[in-house]
């Protein structure tokens, strides 16, 4: 899914301006991306529409790079689609707060029961029991008793001859006398939603009255995961997920249409077998990993504040037409230093983040030294840089507090850079990287 839509999108991102057939398009290629990725139908048309409408709205079309503000829209809509803000559990007044596990046969609870047992320790310093209660499979009770135990938990067990219902109740009484803060109820699950799973759920539920049912989704199913979860949802109310097994190569169909089914958010991530791989579940990082965008976004919007639209669309021009100068060079050095340091800016745009950027040591000094040049210059000389020779150039030096040879390596990396504008810069805006490579 990923890399689709990062494809679509880097499409997209380049653009100087987008028409109406472009948004279209690109539109096109995300709804294939989803649907391939295993997203729920209803979803992806849902996502497309609102996508597509926010970016046929006024605010896109002449904007500075429209494909930027694209890729922005599906970023906080596929943010919005996995719930916006994150939720939380539901910590009870009057301790134990009870959690109560459900979901199918090897989605992944008992492990669960066991990574939650460690985050609320760790998170909240929360004292946790954990109550097993799946008394079909005999190894189901061992199982609980090694996690729990390696996490630190108390483990409430009485293994597989009574009645789950009576287990549950049992264990709420010892987590109370134990003074627990929290006690999570491992249960049992079935291959497939069905009448006697929920009854049992239900009885547990009466029994123990949980102030959580957090319902663990299996991400590796797909389309499958998020219709077992509107099964449960519509015969034991949940109130979150947990997702499991995102470390797989799961296509992340059931991360993206779980909320927008159910109305119920992901609370967590699990993300391997290992216990402490086990985290808050974010939408804006998930959207982000799912864009794989590095921190384009961040870029985005710190650009978004510093240019100026109409700068923007002037200096597109001049490129187009080959009459970048000098001074619109100065212009343009002077927009992005307000940016912030240099280094940590082009960290965050695509593809040069991470190796191209090591030992590539952007010299803030060296931009200084660049500004001085340019500022000691006439106009006339800063718009046509050729006349730049002799006893103008030491002039230049002299002004300021530069070598000759510095100058003159200016005015060539200068020319040598429109050059490659001409060759590339069709409606882009230059390529600083390139040019402080040289
Ligand atoms: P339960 O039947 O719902 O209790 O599921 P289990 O907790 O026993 O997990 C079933 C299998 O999935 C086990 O082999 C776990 O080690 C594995 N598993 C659980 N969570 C994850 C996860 O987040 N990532 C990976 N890779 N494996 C997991
Ligand atoms: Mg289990």
């Not at 699950?189 to 663990?216: F, Q, S, W, Y």
């Not at 509107?230 to 947990?242: L, S, T």
């Not at 230049?396 to 507090?401: D, F, R, T, V």
């Amino acid at each position: 899914l990923s890399e689709k839509l990062q494809a679509t999108l880097a499409d997209v991102r380049g653009r100087g301006t987008l028409t109406e057939d472009d948004i279209k398009k690109a539109m096109r290629e995300i709804r294939l991306a989803l649907l391939e990725a295993d997203v729920n139908f209803k979803v992806v048309k849902e996502f497309t529409n609102t996508v597509r409408e926010r970016c046929m709205g006024a605010d896109i079309v002449g904007q500075l790079n429209p494909g930027q503000q694209v890729v922005k829209i599906v970023h906080e809509e596929l943010e919005a689609l996995m719930g916006g803000q994150s939720g939380d559990i539901v910590f009870s007044p009057r301790p134990p707060t009870v959690i109560l596990m459900a979901g199918l046969q090897g989605s992944g609870k008992t492990t669960a029961t066991a990574k939650l047992a460690k985050f609320l320790q760790k998170e909240h310093g929360s004292s946790v029991g954990v109550a097993a209660c799946d008394v079909y499979r005999p190894a189901a009770v061992d199982q609980l008793v090694k996690v729990g135990g390696q996490v630190g938990a108390t483990v409430y067990e009485q293994g597989t001859d009574r009645d789950p219902v009576d287990i549950a109740r049992w264990a709420l009484d010892q987590a109370k006398q134990d003074g627990k803060d929290v006690l999570i109820v491992d249960t049992s699950g079935r291959l497939h939603v069905d009448e006697k799973l929920m009854e049992e759920l239900k009885n547990i539920r009466t029994a123990v009255r949980p102030h959580n049912i957090l319902l663990v989704v299996d991400a590796m199913t797909g389309q499958d995961a998020v219709n077992v979860a509107e099964q449960f949802g519509a015969a034991v109310n949940f109130d979150g997920v947990i997702m499991s097994k995102l470390d797989g190569d799961a296509r992340g169909g059931a991360a993206l249409s779980v909320k927008a089914v159910t109305g119920k958010p992901i609370l967590f991530a699990s993300t391997g077998e290992k216990l402490d791989q086990f985290e808050r579940f974010h939408p804006d990082r998930m959207a982000q990993r799912i864009l794989g965008m590095g921190d384009v976004l961040s870029f985005i919007e710190k650009a978004g504040e510093q240019f100026d639209a109409d700068q923007a669309a002037e200096m597109e021009r001049k490129l187009r037409q080959n009459d970048f100068t000098l001074e619109d060079f100065l212009q343009q050095l002077k927009m992005i230093r307000k940016m912030g340091p240099l280094t940590s800016l082009l960290g965050m745009i695509p593809g040069f983040a991470g190796q191209q950027l090591k030992g590539m040591k952007v010299d803030e000094r060296e931009m200084d030294r660049v500004e001085a040049i340019i500022l000691s210059m006439t106009r006339e000389e800063r718009r046509r840089p050729e006349l730049i020779k002799g006893s103008r150039r030491l002039r230049i030096a002299k002004g300021s507090g530069v070598s000759v040879q510095q100058v003159n390596q200016l005015v060539k990396q200068f020319a040598q850079m429109r050059k490659v504008m001409k060759q590339v810069g069709k409606g882009k805006m230059p390529d600083m990287a390139a040019l402080m490579r040289q």
